[in-house]
């Protein structure tokens, strides 16, 4: 690899900085609504299914004792 000055690197930097798009307002938004709802169902899901779980270890005990 070859070595370039730190002049070109910079350069380079600032070329390839100049293709990074943002996301629009609208876009941040919508994505961050969506984290938040999948968020929210895989936690009612991992409380649901500890909720089973826990039963059925209670009952298991329970059976056992």
């Known amino acids: 690899m070859a070595k370039v000055s730190l002049a070109e690197f910079a350069r380079q930097v600032r070329q390839e900085a100049s293709k990074v798009t ?16 999948v968020v929210m169902l895989v936690a009612i899901f991992l409380f649901l299914v500890d909720q089973v779980l826990g039963f059925g270890v209670r009952l298991l005990f ?3 004792g």
């Open 22 to 37: 943002w996301a629009s307002r609208k876009e941040t938004l919508i994505t961050t609504a969506t984290v938040f709802v």
């Open 62 to 64: 329970r059976v056992g």
